[in-house]
């Protein structure tokens, strides 16, 4: 004989009952079998939603009979053809005997535990009627028997307690005389010794299949549900989880325990008494290998098994000095917890006696604060103890395996990979069996621990970077196209999987956080929301995803004071953008500071170079224990550009132009020639080798004119160029005249720093700058005659693109 058991899901529709079924006729011929089935999904909530309206003299409870006997009508008409009329009618009458129910307690104003479980076996009664039925009109040898006249209990009422020797007697006495191929059992339901209606806990149809189960000593259980197993964690919330192979009872039970759905708790314990296998099944796939629950000895080269959480979860402390060396408060506190039947999920103390730290489910914690604090006050008048403190809105996450305790730092694991995600720790046990660590969390946080601990301990080491755009013009344009080329080398060759999750430009913004498509980005972001730099923080705040990475392409003052924002969440800042990095000193170092504070990485390589590595070598000299004396360097790519094609022939105006049509300048062209762009540049070099150094301290020796320089807006500055082209002509006389290359240039002598243009001459490693090329010469204590030189590309969407690229994937070794 096999005891299947069927949940709320997969008894929850004609499609699923149907697929039941199918599975049914499929093991009746091979041997007899026992069905235990759940109520069709929804109605135990429905049928309390009615007795709560009812209890409250609401009439809606009508409506709410209405909608679950329309429910159980449908499936069984669409179940059977309509010769069988006499099944509906005798599906009306219980239906019908369940409204006088209601009916009572609307008109006594009454929903106690006792009339509540009569109320909710309802569920069961009427599932498992239309299930046999369909089988019986479809010619299967199946009857149903109701599980109340097997199944013993106390008079516990909600959440009863088996008395196994009159149960195990009625379960083998019935089926010792049974001849049927299929029984089918309602879940849940119970009596008590003197014949009153109970219930075994929510999702207690297990706890029935495993009672039937261990009593038949049948050679396994299985339990059909709508997943394919016990996973990893939960599939909801982390889509890479996947079905365990095969767990121990402990590994399931403690599962169980800590929320994993598809098993209630107790269900484990009968049938781990008879050593009988568990096998969780999916309906609606029945041919998938689903999870084996048995003590056989599986070898694992991972030792953990899951991640569960539980939610709603409130942490009470009680502590005072008073508590140190005094037996008898323990006692105290879990009495009162008992006697209150307020159940404890969590328990913690130090080592110091101080304080003892517990959870339970937050919907009990303000019975428990009252309780508590009327235990012990007079120890709390006295000041030898605080009151109860509660905090609420937290989570439990638990690692479970039974070979944890024979591999050593996975607890540091776990706790480091929290840490590097900024999710706080405010609880932490561990049995001694070591099984099971769990910790605290806040509830906010607890879709990122479980995908972050998944990616750790149960995937093959694939990194995933979540991504936030802001500013996706040109050198936006062309980060999207390069992320979205280089995704299958990232994933297959680096194990990096980049996920851009939000886009925004100065009009619309689109956020998603299982990933935007980017085949069609431009299209899904014209047809976004309307942009707001406050809800971009917002949204990102709220998806509170792990390894998140905010990238900013903009020039604007605004995104820029965004920053601390940003790191405070955790989320690391890769900018573009030089206004944070060249405001005040102030500002630079606080964000230095939150970005260590928060293990939030903060890189701007291209404020500098664009995608040269000037910041990473300058920043790896000093680390490895070298000092700068100085830095010479041609910092502007579009300035270079500028006089690299600038000469006798030509028009400034033009060559300026040009410079902008090809993305070589800012959108306002006046930051790069006014010198600006080129000291904020030097200023962060100067604050990155250890100079505090503010803009104003820069000298910054101009080249434009009076009337260039005070142009009101961009055309007006053209308009100018044009006007005072002869003074641009004379500098680049005098330059050919003295055999020089006009350069705009940088300087920082370990203390000053300067910017201008520069008559270059001929061998100086400037000279031959050609294009929009940058160069920087570093000259340090280990590079005191021959500098260190770095040069290339200094400007243009393609190498700053990479830039920005490459300090995202560098976010990942910070």
Known sequence: MNVLKFGGTSVGSVKNINSVIGILQDYAKEESLVAVVSAVGGITDRLLKAGQLAQAKDERYILEFDAIKEVHVNILSELMSSEHNSSVNHLEAKLQLLK?????????NELSPKTSDKLVSFGELLSSFIIAETLKSRGVDAVRKNSQ????????????????????????????EAKQQITILPGFISKSL??????LGRGGSDFTAAIVAAALKVNRLEIWTDVSGMYTTNPKLVKHAFPIEHLSYQEAMELSHFGAKVLYPPTVQPVLDANIPIHIKNTLEPQAD?????????????????????????????????????PGFSKRLFETLATEKINVIFITQASSEHSICFGIDAHDADLAKSSIDQTFENEISLHKIDP???????????????????????????????????????????GASEKNISAVIAEKDVKKALNTLHE?????????????ITGVGNVGERLIEQIKKQKSYLKDQLKINIKVVGLSNSRTMLLNDSGIHLKDWKAQLADGETASLDGFLERAKSFNLRNSIFVDITANDAVAKLYPHYLKQSIAVVACNKIACSSDSHTYKELKELSRKYNAPFLFETNVGAGLPVIDTLNNLIASGDQ?????????????????????????????KQAQKEGYTEPDPRIDLSGVDVARKILILAREGGTEMNLEDIENDAFLTKQNLESGSVSDFYETLIDDEQHFQKLFASAQRNASQLKYVAEFDGHHAKVGLKEI????????????????MFYTQRYPEQPMIIKGAGAGAGVTASGLFADIIRTLNK
Not at 100 to 108: H, N, W
Not at 628 to 656: E, M, P
Not at 761 to 776: M, Q, R, S, T
């Open 100 to 108: 006088q129910l209601l009916d009572g307690i609307f008109l006594i």
């Open 149 to 176: 006249d097997l199944i013993v209990t106390n008079s516990n009422f909600t959440k009863a307690e088996v008395l196994y020797k009159q149960t195990n007697t009625n379960i083998n006495a019935y089926f010792s």
């Open 194 to 199: 003197s014949g009153e209606i109970t219930t």
């Open 290 to 326: 689903g999870t084996k629950i048995s003590n056989d000895h599986v070898m694992s080269s991972n030792p953990v098994k899951g991640i569960s959480n539980i939610s709603n979860i409130a942490l009470l402390t009680l502590q005072g000095n008073g508590m140190v060396g005094i």
């Open 388 to 430: 109860l403190i509660v905090e609420t809105e937290l989570s439990i996450i638990a690692l479970v395996g039974d070979n944890m305790k024979s591999h050593q730092g996975v607890s540091g694991k776990m706790f480091s990979t929290l840490g590097k995600n900024n999710i706080n720790i405010r609880a932490i046990a561990q």
């Open 456 to 468: 750790r301990f149960f995937e093959t080491q694939t990194k995933q970077l979540n991504v936030y």
């Open 628 to 656: 700068i004396t100085s830095i010479q360097a041609v910092l502007s790519g579009s300035l270079n550009f500028v006089f690299n094609n600038f000469n006798a022939n030509t028009k400034f105006h033009d060559v300026v």
């Open 761 to 776: 001459p001929a061998g100086h490693p400037f000279y031959n700058l050609e294009g929009k090329d940058n160069i920087v």
